[in-house]
């Protein structure tokens, strides 16, 4: 604890004489040597565990001050700060503490100081949220987003999003189960980890094992075992039939597996589109260690041009284990009991109050 203490302040002091740097640190070049292994059929090998876990946000933080790239000091901190925020999380908790009790910590993210104190808030140990800086071609990238200030665009003059289905607006989500999240319900996984596009959800789970076939890639997703399956060199359906991932096509550009998809449910809407959005992707094993990958986002009634994102998916060594997701962590049916009995409660209360006191009647 002390030497990770010692590592921060030293980075601190090695960040504060660099925080108006103009420039980030330049990249080093693409491995443009480099030649993807081939599958027994011919095609590049993207087959294997990847995981897209990091500590780079999809938007670029205000902290950034709208750079893409951090200098490699400022990455050295914050990495530093997640191995203190590990060791905290991992100490020991008093098992007499009460109920709401919250771990104490000096390094904490905000959307994990939320969740600590509540009913079925996960400790740290339980999170797998990534432990450094997502980099491209070498750079240390502050978002995933790569359009100028890394936010989402702004839309159209006029252009309005339907609510999803599942949670219409001013109908009370508590009415029935088909009124719950996709997600809680264990149909598909919570976030973007299934995507298109396909984007780390910042818990857990951010794992992936690709296979592929002549006429078929298959990525299964560790998140709720959900499976993108996309046809290669096929053409997309036109019965406007969608399914939870869209439906994807895909063909080899060289080296590099382009994926085409469309007929996005509402339900799985992203940054607002669904009907007539359509998310490009590409595939590049750029290094033996790296598998780069990039999307873009069309959609002519929300934006005037595409845009997107890209991050590097980085090896892993096991296999891809159960996730074992049951119905809403069988919750569901007390989520939608306790909504009953506070329906009751109140209207036993509006009942009495409008009952006439005893002897107060007509004579």
């Known amino acids: 604890m002390k030497l990770i203490a010692t590592l921060l302040a030293g980075t601190v002091l090695a960040t504060a004489g660099m925080a108006h740097a103009q420039t980030a640190p330049e990249a080093p070049a693409a491995e443009a040597t480099y030649k993807a292994p081939r599958t027994a059929f011919g095609q590049p090998d993207l087959q294997g565990v990847w995981s897209n876990a990091s500590l780079t946000p999809i938007t670029r933080p205000a902290a950034a001050g709208g750079k893409l790239v951090y200098s490699e000091a400022e990455v050295a901190e914050m990495e530093a700060r997640v191995q203190i925020e590990i060791a905290e999380g991992d100490a020991p908790t008093d098992p007499d503490a009460p ?44 978002s995933i987003l790569t359009t100028p200030n890394g936010q989402f665009p702004p839309r159209k003059a006029g252009a309005t999003v339907a609510p999803s289905p599942q949670m219409p607006a001013g109908s009370n989500s508590f009415d029935t189960y088909e009124r719950r999240s996709a997600g809680e319900r264990c149909i598909v996984s919570f976030g973007r980890n299934g995507g298109p596009p396909m984007l780390a959800n910042g818990f857990y789970n951010n794992n992936y094992h690709f296979v592929q076939t002549p006429e078929h890639v298959v990525i299964t997703v560790e998140m709720n075992h959900d499976a993108r399956i996309v046809r290669l060199n096929g053409k997309h359906r036109t019965d406007d039939v969608r399914p939870y991932f869209g439906d994807s096509i895909g063909w080899w550009d060289g080296d590099t597996l382009v994926v085409e998809t469309t007929n996005i449910p509402r339900s799985q809407q992203f940054a607002g589109s669904w009907e007539n959005l359509k998310v490009t992707e590409r595939f590049t094993r750029s290094a033996q260690d790296r598998l780069h990958y990039a999307f873009s986002v069309e959609d002519p009634t929300l934006w005037d041009t595409a845009w997107g994102g890209e991050y590097e998916f980085s090896p892993l060594a096991n296999p891809l284990y159960e996730y074992a997701c049951h119905e809403g962590n069988h919750a569901l049916p007390g989520i939608l009991m306790g909504a009953r009995i506070e329906e009751a409660r109140l209207a036993e209360e509006a009942a009495a109050k409008a009952k006439p006191a005893k002897g107060k009647g007509k004579n």
């Open 99 to 142: 109920a709401d009790f919250v771990q104490p910590t000096t390094v904490q993210r905000p959307e994990f100081a939320a969740a600590g104190g509540d009913v079925g808030g996960y400790n740290r140990g339980w999170l797998d949220p990534g432990n450094s800086i997502m980099r491209v071609n070498g750079e240390a990238r502050s």
